[in-house]
């Protein structure tokens, strides 16, 4: 056809290491209490794994994503900032940053801009979709790793590809959903973008 593709990328997860730096703050700010290593992660909701450990554990969980700095400090995912340039330059192809920002929205909502900034630059500002509800979204491909997306719109008009991160190597795939194991290498995203245009 000859509209354009329309890919949506969430960014925690899948272009900036939410888990990673997750574990690192916490554990430097509560070295002595139990923690969930990355290999042992299950679920989308880190917070809901550390309250399985304890009440008192789960609330210093919480705060730490809610800390000033968080979002802005995350670590960019493996080629991932590659993939997206280069992916934003691919002819009839439509790059948009798809995110829900937590509901404590100080630091977080404004990190996610000044951190698609720092790392992609002021022309990315013009991408960028802020949503609680990404079923609403109109596109073709939505590269996302929460297994179950879920809102207003069902079914959504996109067809979810489940990017691979801790939380998710063991979920089964539901009906219409790909994955896609990481951004390296780079003919892996690209096989899916030119198999959903040929479609
Ligand atoms: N998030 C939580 N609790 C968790 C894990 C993540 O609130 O235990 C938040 C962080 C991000 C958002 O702001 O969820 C992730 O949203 P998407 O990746 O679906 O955009």
């Excluded at 691919?90 to 996610?112: A, L, N, Q, R």
Aim: glycine share 8%.
């Amino acid at each position: 056809s000859s509209r354009n593709l329309r890919v949506l990328l969430d960014m925690d997860g899948v272009l900036a290491d939410f888990e990673g730096q997750f574990l690192k703050r916490f554990r430097e700010k509560y070295p002595h209490d139990p923690f969930v290593p990355l290999d042992e992660r299950s679920g989308f909701y880190v917070t809901k794994q550390y309250y399985a450990l304890g009440q008192d554990i789960g609330t210093k969980a919480f705060g730490i994503y809610e800390e000033k700095g968080f979002f802005l400090d995350l670590q960019p995912i493996d080629g991932a900032i590659e993939a997206a340039r280069e992916m934003a330059e691919m002819e009839g192809v439509d790059v948009y940053i798809c995110t829900s920002p937590i509901k404590k929205y100080t630091h977080c909502v404004v990190e996610k801009y000044q951190w698609l900034d720092k790392h992609l630059g002021k022309e990315w500002m013009e991408r960028m979709i802020l949503t609680r509800d990404k079923t609403v979204i109109n596109g073709d491909l939505l590269i996302d790793d929460k297994p179950n997306i879920t809102g207003g719109m069902n079914p959504p008009k996109w067809q979810h590809v489940l990017f691979t991160s801790y939380h998710n190597r063991d979920v089964v795939l539901q009906d219409g959903q790909i994955r896609l194991d990481g951004w390296l290498p780079h003919s892996r995203w690209r096989d899916i973008l030119e198999q959903k245009r040929q479609e």
